[in-house]
């Protein structure tokens, strides 16, 4: 079984630059997650997906951050325009609809702004 | 203060040697413990997971909570350099996953 796709795996990009991450979840999973990982330290979330509602993105900073999830299955995470600090990885996850699902996680995408 | 606090490392042992990995907590709704792995340019995996005080024991890993102390430890038997990777903690209420800071383990042969 595959798991969760996402691309590009690495995104160098200078500031003020815009730049969108893509993520392809486990087939058959609801719930998509969006999170930051900064350099050691542990996942934050950015916003939930159940199905292609966003039901929680109260971490998500809508100044530049956006996020979609069409139809329900991908999802593209974007940030517009980019700053220093958003230099990070950028984790997609997915699980099953209900908090009690174990959620997989995608090898992520390293984020680097110059 | 955040709500979940982990042990920072990093840690070295020698192949073989018992790792002790920790991590406390401050929120009392957290019903659910669990540990991650997450080797180099990796996203996390789940290693062990449990929702009451105890042990939970899996082959090599052994997962403790503490609900009284707000405390979770991991340990590793026998550890190998396979082992070498970063551990978070994390925890969990409703659909809230809080993750600890991770340890970074490495276990020379």
């Known amino acids: 079984e595959a798991g969760v796709v996402q691309s590009p795996r690495y995104k160098i990009i200078e500031k003020k630059q815009p730049v969108a991450f893509w993520c392809n979840p486990i087939s058959g999973h609801n719930t998509l997650y969006w999170y930051l990982q900064n350099l050691g330290q542990g996942p934050e979330l950015l916003i939930r997906y159940e199905n292609e509602e966003a039901v929680d993105d109260s971490q998500l900073p809508k100044d530049r951050f956006s996020a979609e999830r069409l139809k329900g299955v991908d999802s593209t995470l974007k940030i517009q325009p980019a700053e220093l600090g958003d230099s990070a990885v950028y984790l997609c996850?997915?699980?099953?609809?209900?908090?009690?699902?174990?959620?997989?996680f995608g090898p992520g995408t390293r984020l680097t702004v110059l | 203060q955040k709500e979940v606090e982990q042990d920072p490392g990093p840690l070295s042992v020698p192949e073989g040697a018992i790792v002790s990995l920790n991590c406390t907590y401050s929120?009392?709704?957290?019903?659910?413990f669990m540990w991650y792995r997450q080797y180099s340019r990796k996203g996390p995996e789940l290693l062990m997971y449990?929702?009451?005080?105890g042990n939970k024991e899996d082959g090599r890993f052994t997962a403790q909570v503490d609900k009284s102390s707000k405390y979770i430890s991991l340990f590793i038997r026998d550890s190998q350099p396979s082992d070498s990777a970063t551990y978070l903690c994390?925890?969990?209420?409703?659909?809230?996953?809080?993750f600890g800071a991770g340890t970074i383990l490495r276990v020379k042969s």
């Open positions: 449990t929702y009451s005080s």
């Open positions: 929120n009392s709704a957290f019903q659910y």
């Open positions: 996850a997915s699980s099953f609809s209900g908090g009690d699902n174990e959620q997989f």
């Open positions: 994390a925890m969990r209420y409703g659909n809230k996953l809080v």
